[in-house]
């Protein structure tokens, strides 16, 4: 019988969705125009770009003119912040930003930090949320942008960009948010959370790999990161990518008939998951606030468990999860996210994150809490120091 598969790591990426896939396949196919041509096949490549931007417009209710299409959330991040720090004319020399945040954003604000931008890294809460007022107090005369992510990656939890926002715009500074994993999955509107720029990625809500969108808030300033034509409104050079930006514009159409469904059923079946692991696995804990977090995200501590012989074990029964970020297994890195919430790093590098998305079903969910109490089990029989706790006990 083949293996049962079962892929709980939508965090790090989601499969493209059949209705996306086959409003993509034309623009491979006979609907191939370059965007800019004037003639009937650009002007349809044109059309269908353009109805994508609405699309995606509408997911975070934006103004289409304020979309800018870029190759996905990585370079939405950069696009915005040294987009921005470039495109001030006052020449502001400090950031505000969480300690949090994806590497996208991250090694963004450390390499200007490098070339001579002051940075004040906020304080972050155990349960992984950002407190508005350490924002206020960080306020300074040059500060030009505060960016605060809207859901984390690795734990799910939701920051209270609102009020963030809110601060942000009294004090006249740029709010840029990443939003690369709540995009899709639960509402973003940016009039209501006050953003300047929010980036979002289609491969995080059932679109292709390789296409992203920044919104930028009409009159902010931001000069292009990369040179060449007058794509997309003189801020992004380079012939569109049709078909990838065909595939956002259907992905965000889907998620956003689905959101005020779906975030409840899928956390239904994350507590099923998470209820599960707790009644049946000791010396366990959830990271991260519980009550402030994404549907669809549980991030687990396995004491005396290692988290990458965690999952290598765990694939090889057919269950797919993550150590957190994805970008960081490979490296023998503990996740910078878990250091910042005080994780000591014994604990840290036994942490796993399962993520679900719209095709996590209730037999999966129960598939999974078949497998992972041998799993975990089997794990911690060799590990010297579980032997030792237990003996200690
Ligand atoms: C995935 C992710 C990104 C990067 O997006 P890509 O499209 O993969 O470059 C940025 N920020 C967050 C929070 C993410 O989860």
Redesign the pocket.
């Known amino acids: 019988m083949p293996m049962r598969r079962v892929y709980l790591d939508c965090?790090?990426?989601t499969p493209v969705d059949s209705e996306v896939l086959a409003a993509m396949l034309p623009f491979f196919a006979e609907a191939y125009g370059n965007a800019s041509s004037i003639h009937s096949v650009g002007q349809e490549a044109r059309a269908a770009v353009e109805s994508a931007r609405a699309a995606v417009a509408a997911l975070v209710g934006a103004k289409a003119s304020e979309i800018v299409f870029t190759?996905?959330?990585?370079?939405?991040?950069n696009l915005a912040i040294f987009g921005l720090v470039a495109g001030d004319r006052r020449e502001r020399k400090h950031i505000i930003a969480s300690p949090i945040?994806?590497?996208?954003?991250l090694n963004s604000v450390e390499a200007l930090e490098k070339q001579g931008i002051e940075v004040t890294w906020l304080p972050i809460s155990s349960d992984g949320v950002i407190d508005p007022e350490d924002v206020r107090r960080a306020l300074r005369p040059e500060t030009i942008l505060i960016t605060v992510?809207h859901?984390?990656?690795e734990l799910g939890t939701i920051q209270p960009v609102a009020e963030i926002g809110r601060i942000a715009s009294e004090a006249n500074v740029y709010f840029h948010c990443?939003a690369?994993?709540s995009a899709g999955k639960i509402p973003v509107a940016v009039n209501e959370m006050k953003v300047d720029f929010l980036?979002l990625?289609?491969?995080?809500f059932y679109g292709p790999?390789?296409?992203?969108a920044l919104y930028v808030r009409e009159n902010s300033p931001l000069e292009p990161i990369l040179f060449g034509g007058t794509h997309e409104r003189d801020r992004r050079p380079g012939t569109e990518n049709v078909a990838g930006i065909v595939g956002i514009g259907k992905a965000a159409g889907l998620a956003h008939a689905r959101l005020a469904d779906e975030p409840a059923r899928l956390a239904v079946l994350r507590d099923r998951l998470e209820d599960g692991i707790l009644a049946s696995v000791c010396d366990v804990r959830v990271n991260g606030d519980r009550a402030r977090r994404m549907a669809n995200t549980t991030n687990f501590t396995f004491a005396h468990a290692e988290g990458e012989s965690l999952v290598i074990a765990l694939d090889l029964q057919g269950v797919q999860c993550s150590t957190g970020a994805?970008c960081s297994s490979g490296a023998i890195l503990t996740s910078h996210v878990l250091r910042a919430i005080g994780l000591p790093r014994d604990e840290a590098k036994c942490t796993l994150r399962f993520s679900l998305g719209r095709f996590s079903t209730c037999e999966d969910v129960d598939y999974a809490l078949e497998v992972i109490p041998g799993v975990v089990e089997r794990l911690r029989a060799i590990s010297p120091t579980y032997s030792k706790a237990v003996s200690a006990r």
Do not use: P
């Open positions: 965090n790090a990426t190759s996905g959330g990585t370079e939405a991040d945040e994806h590497h996208a954003v992510m859901a984390n990656n990443d690369v994993q980036a990625s289609a491969h995080k790999k390789g296409v992203g994805a």
